[in-house]
């Protein structure tokens, strides 16, 4: 039979509302004997405190939400292991929810994360480039009963977090690569409505065109590994790829998963990295420079933005600013000019 918290009380000789500020977290605390009388009651009969009763005393369930668009990607799982880092020693725990960048399923994990009592909420990802009213409604909602809303990517309105500088970071690495010598360059640029899609496309196609350089193509696709493959392969079948007279070819993919979508094309093609075309991409997601060859990217600190993120909503008014993370060029063999 499981104890209750009368049973502490009664063994503690308190009443059960003295038992319950004790065990449950409530600021409202008795003198430390008592206290510690009703902890050793608790200890010796063998007592766990409730979870939903802790929550109530605390006007708090010690809880933080994560959304994410997919917990497989290694760049949101890396977010996670972050935030999970940043809570370390706080005694809030990390819940989180993967939504296969489906808008209706984020809307609804913030009503679930709400119906949990989470202090704060966490959004990870690329923001759509038109307003998603019902996202923001559920959140204002949110906010107006006391939570905390971060943001990871794009700003929302009313709320704070860290902010990835796409555009300054992606014209960073095309100045890298100009200054290699390549030329010729394609992009793949990720789906048309999201926002870091193309913010990274407009920061590297501008530094292009500033030094004179007008690129090939620009394709879009699904932000993902099976769309740097497609969009691959049907590059390969146009024929863009090769030709002794043409010269080699840049592919720039506005993220690692595209690029290695797009690797796998070019070793299914029975072509060659960066000898048949220089391949580069976005992030600097963990597994990326296992590859053969190594790629070149741009290294995003994707733990240490899950571990500010959650730390910025452990203290009351850092969730409402903002932090401006720059992404750094990482040269590596997949874009070597002999």
């Not at 794009?154 to 200054?179: F, T, Y």
Request: hydrophobic share 40%; charged share 20%; net charge negative.
């Amino acid at each position: 039979m499981a104890v209750r918290l009368a049973d502490v009380a009664k063994a503690a000789g308190v009443s059960q509302s003295t038992a319950s500020r004790v065990l449950n977290g409530s600021s409202r605390r008795p003198n430390p004997t008592v206290a510690e009388r009703v902890r050793t009651a608790a200890d010796e009969l063998g007592y766990f405190p409730n979870a939903q009763a802790q929550a109530l005393a605390r006007s708090s369930a010690g809880l933080t939400g994560l959304i994410v668009h997919d917990i497989a990607d290694p760049y949101f799982s890396s977010i996670a292991r972050g935030a999970q880092r940043g809570l370390a020693g706080s005694g809030v725990q990390l819940m989180l929810a993967s939504t296969e960048r489906e808008a209706e399923a984020e809307v609804e994990a913030v009503r679930t994360f709400m119906s949990y009592r989470t202090d704060a909420i966490m959004l990870a990802g690329s923001r759509g480039l038109a307003d998603d009213a019902a996202l923001q409604k559920v959140l204002e909602t949110y906010q107006d009963n006391g939570g905390k809303v971060a943001m990871i990517g794009q700003p929302l309105s009313n709320a704070g977090g860290v902010r990835i500088d796409n555009d300054g970071s992606a014209a960073e690495l095309a100045g890298e690569l100009l200054k290699l010598g390549h030329r010729r360059f394609v992009i793949f640029a990720g789906e048309e409505q999201l926002t870091t899609a193309a913010q990274r496309t407009a920061g590297f196609t501008s530094k292009l065109r500033a030094a004179g350089v007008q690129p090939e193509a620009v394709h879009h696709g699904a932000f993902s590994r099976d769309g740097g493959y497609f969009l691959m392969s049907e590059l390969i079948r146009s024929g863009a790829v090769g030709g002794p007279d043409a010269g080699p070819l840049c592919l720039f993919c506005v993220s690692d998963v595209m690029a290695l979508g797009a690797l796998a094309a070019v070793r299914e093609a029975g072509l060659r990295v960066p000898e048949d075309i220089a391949l580069a991409g976005f992030d600097d997601i963990p597994t990326l420079a296992d590859q053969s060859p190594t790629i070149t990217t741009v290294r995003l600190p994707l733990e240490e933005i899950g571990r500010m993120t959650a730390a910025m909503t452990l203290h009351n008014g850092d969730a409402d600013r903002w932090t401006v993370v720059e992404g750094t060029p990482v040269l590596r063999e997949s874009t070597r000019r002999d």
